[in-house]
């Protein structure tokens, strides 16, 4: 398709679309979760940006809730895998992440008690390792204070944060370093 059959195309939809308000919702909201799954506050807000009606963006969400394509509880469990293993964050950065996408407190909790704290030590050491590599010109107390200070922006309690590190980071003489 050109450039100008293209525009076409996307002007005859849109004029489709804007005569059938509750018809464009749902356009906006099946375009958005194809692009990967969200919330429903999430979907809320862009349909309240893209100027959609309070009571047709209810209609639509509640909808879309009722036929299974959105559903809190299972993105707060994809959202918490996901993150966990590709960005490394702690529960205390999913949690604020979770929030910060609107999803309700019940469904985050159920999400995050998946997580042991094994489970966040173990993501908290790989996170670790892989980030050790690129400081091997650095002394060793430069290295400790950098990867508590990413485990602490990651979402680790301090405590864990220092027990890793320490454990992982050896002194000049090859000795686990402390940091009393």
């Not at 018809?23 to 692009?35: K, P």
């Not at 963006?57 to 394509?69: I, T």
């Not at 996901?82 to 159920?110: D, F, K, N, Q």
């Amino acid at each position: 398709m050109d450039t100008s059959a293209a525009r076409q195309a996307r002007a005859a939809r849109s004029a489709g679309a804007a005569g059938d308000a509750v018809a464009a919702a749902r356009e906006i909201c099946l375009r958005q979760l194809a692009a990967r799954s969200r919330s429903r506050a999430e979907l809320a807000t862009v349909l309240r940006r893209r100027g959609v009606a309070d009571d047709v963006a209810e209609q639509v969400l509640d909808r879309l809730v009722e036929v299974g394509l959105i559903d809190d509880e299972a993105f707060a469990t994809a959202f918490v895998s996901s993150a966990r293993a590709g960005r490394g964050l702690g529960r205390r950065a999913l949690a604020t992440e979770l929030r910060r996408r609107g999803v309700a407190p019940e469904a985050s909790e159920t999400a995050l008690a998946a997580v042991g704290a094994e489970d966040e030590e173990e993501t908290a050491r790989a996170l670790v390792t892989r980030r050790l590599r690129a400081m091997d010109g650095l002394p060793a107390p430069v290295r400790i204070r950098r990867l508590v200070a990413l485990l602490t922006r990651k979402g680790y309690d301090l405590d864990l944060a220092r027990r890793v590190v320490t454990a992982a980071v050896p002194d000049e003489d090859g000795d686990a370093h402390s940091l009393d």
